[in-house]
T-cell receptor
Framework: DAKTTQPPSMDCAEGRAANLPCNHS???????VYWYRQIHSQGPQYIIH???NNETNEMASLIITEDRKSSTLILPHATLRDTAVYYC???????????FGPGTRLSVLP | NAGVTQTPKFQVLKTGQSMTLQCAQD?????MYWYRQDPGMGLRLIYY???????DKGEVPNGYNVSRLNKREFSLRLESAAPSQTSVYFC??????????????FGDGTRLSIL
């Protein structure tokens, strides 16, 4: 069963920030939030992950609410190449598996 | 996706034929995984190997077998292919077994059609 809820689709203008929300209200205290994306016909690409503090890397920023029940992935300056399906995942069970739901289809528009 | 190589990239089989999908990684990761992705759906775990010499079933293991040949290679075998196994198959690796906060890294997939 999916442990996260994401909007099925979003649009973003090229050059603007893309903010992708994710709800994970049943997250447990030691579970991490991961974000992946999948560009058409390619394998999923790791973006970022975090536990409770905000995280930033060269690709994106991850903002996790204080109660950890939701998070937002931020692509600061979206480009056409960021058009993809974005998956928010909470690590299931002991920690070996990633459960991928349907994700959010982000379309970056020129 | 540098580091995880899957072969072949495409394959068409007839019902009842067998084949092996190959996955090799040069990331020195301990854990390896096989997923399948059906149209419009997320990935589902078939089998995984937490470390060399061990394998375990995932969510959808029926009709598949795996072999962790060494640390670098993890193969997936279909003994008698069925149309329901038409899918895109992804191999992934992870740094350590039992380490909760490690991401997985994926190959570009094998597109398998069974007629």
């Amino acid at each position: 069963d999916a442990k996260t809820t994401q909007p099925p689709s979003m649009d973003c203008a090229e050059g603007r920030a893309a903010n992708l929300p994710c709800n994970h209200s049943t997250i447990s205290g030691n579970e991490y939030v991961y974000w992946y994306r999948q560009i058409h016909s390619q394998g999923p690409q790791y973006i970022i992950h975090g536990l409770k503090n905000n995280e930033t890397n060269e690709m994106a920023s991850l903002i996790i609410t204080e109660d950890r029940k939701s998070s937002t992935l931020i692509l600061p300056h979206a480009t056409l190449r960021d058009t993809a399906v974005y998956y928010c995942i909470v690590r299931a069970g002991y920690g070996q598996n990633f459960v991928f739901g349907p994700g959010t289809r982000l379309s970056v528009l020129p | 996706n540098a580091g995880v190589t899957q072969t072949p990239k495409f394959q068409v089989l007839k019902t009842g034929q067998s084949m092996t999908l190959q996955c090799a990684q040069d990331m020195n990761h301990n854990s390896m995984y096989w997923y399948r992705q059906d149209p419009g759906m997320g990935l589902r775990l078939i089998y995984y190997s937490a470390s060399e010499g061990t394998t375990d079933k995932g969510e959808v293991p029926n009709g598949y077998n795996v072999s962790r040949l060494n640390k670098r290679e993890f193969s997936l075998r279909l003994e008698s292919a069925a149309p329901s196994q038409t899918s895109v198959y992804f191999c992934a690796t992870g740094r350590g077994s039992g380490i909760r906060n490690q991401p997985q890294h994926f190959g570009d997939g094998t597109r398998l059609s069974i007629l």
